[in-house]
Structures are given as C-alpha cells and as structure tokens.
Nanobody, 124 residues
Framework: QVQLVESGGGLVQAGGSLRLSCAASGRTFSSYAMGWFRQAPGKEREFVAAISWSVGTTKYADSVKGRFTISRDNGKNTVYLQMNSLKPEDTAIYYC?????????????????WGQGTQVTVSS
C-alpha cells in the first residue's frame, strides 16, 4: 500500500523559509515521479513542482520559480520542497503526490496517490 506522509508546514512571516518533506513508502519509486501541489481556500488544487525519481528532472510552476526547490533523497524515499522568499499568496495546504513516469507533470488527475496535506501559512 502506497503511503505519502508530509511534514514541515507551519506559520512563517513573509520573506521567510520553510522546508516540506514527503516520506514515501509502498512501491518502487524509480519508475515514478513525485509532485507537490497546493490548494488555497476557495481555489482549485494547483501544481507547484515535480521531480522524476530516477534522473531528477524537475518542473516548477511559474509562480514559484527561483523561490522553491524540489529535491529527493533516494535512500530515504523522501522528497523535499524548500520554500524561500515566501509570500502571503503561498498560503495553502500543500500536498505531495506520486504518478507513473511519462504522464503529464502538471495535471493532478494523473497522480494516483496523495498525502494528507500540510498547512503553510505566510503572514504579511
């Protein structure tokens, strides 16, 4: 059974940093990709960043390029999202998810397992 467990969310002031972690278990992830999505109140879930587990190819939403960095630790089966220069508009519940390699990076519909989410709140 695939399990994804996020951690690292919290309250931070604008301009601050947080690092989210997603511990993954239950499958051999080398043929999969991992993504981070977020959902703010009243808004649709949106793509934030993704990484291919095997070669480490990364993708970012334009809104976070240059501020967020996604990485993975293969030995720990853990994916990270380093978030710097946070803005109030980054406030959301952040979810990690996994999908088979080769499908779209950006559509949440193609990710088959999701974590429970972690709240990130950025105060102005």
């Amino acid at each position: 059974q695939v399990q994804l467990v996020e951690s690292g969310g919290g309250l931070v002031q604008a301009g601050g940093s947080l690092r989210l972690s997603c511990a993954a278990s239950g499958r051999t992830f080398s043929s999969y990709a991992m993504g981070w999505f977020r959902q703010a109140p009243g808004k649709e879930r949106e793509f934030v960043a993704a990484i291919s587990w095997s070669v480490g190819t990364t993708k970012y939403a334009d809104s976070v390029k240059g501020r967020f960095t996604i990485s993975r630790d293969n030995g720990k089966n853990t994916v990270y999202l380093q978030m710097n220069s946070l803005k109030p508009e980054d406030t959301a519940i952040y979810y990690c998810a996994t999908r088979p390699a080769g499908s779209s990076w950006f559509s949440p519909l193609l990710y088959d397992y999701w974590g429970q989410g972690t709240q990130v709140t950025v105060s102005s």
